[in-house]
């Protein structure tokens, strides 16, 4: 299946689950709540919610305010369409679907998130038996230092010796 395909795919299932929430417990579906669960699934990786509404804004001509945005977003984590991650202070979201798990290396020093596949990690805690708790998926934060920020860190110290001497 190719990349399109499948993000096809994938909206199609979303949408449908969000109707029948919508549908069962009598909720009107309306065009904003569609045109943000389109947009969250069209952004790549993490974003803000100011990243959203200025991607609904700008690039799909369909404003919509920062309460409504909220309050959608809650019921898309309600739904378990999206997950929120809180990096440092600063909260972001992801789309998610069919309990995709997996791991986040952060940069301590400027911030930066990036994804890691460990199937090992996902096998072990898939492997785990916890007591009355369903796992329905992870999420692994590792903090440390990039590259860039450990090289900005290395060469200053270097400069701070030549200074010394």
Do not use: W
């Not at 969000?18 to 549908?23: A, V, W």
């Amino acid at each position: 299946m190719k990349v399109n395909e499948k993000k096809e795919s994938v909206r199609q299932a979303v949408e449908r689950i969000l109707d029948g929430y919508l549908e069962i417990n009598n909720h009107r579906k309306t065009p904003e709540r569609y045109a943000i669960l389109r947009a969250v699934y069209s952004m790549n990786g993490h974003f803000t919610l100011d990243e959203l509404g200025q991607k609904l804004a700008n690039e799909l001509r369909f404003p919509v305010s920062r309460a409504t945005l909220y309050n959608t977003m809650n019921l898309f984590m309600e739904l378990r369409l999206v997950i929120r991650h809180r990096f440092q202070g600063a909260t972001r979201y992801e789309a998610c679907y069919a309990g995709e798990s997996h791991c986040h290396q952060i940069c301590t020093v400027c911030g930066k998130v990036t994804e890691v596949k460990a199937p090992e990690i996902a096998r072990t805690i898939d492997d785990m038996h916890l007591k009355r708790f369903r796992k329905d998926g992870f999420s692994l934060y590792i903090y440390g230092i990039c590259s860039t920020c450990q090289g900005v860190i290395t060469r200053k110290n270097k400069k701070s010796k030549k200074q010394e001497i």
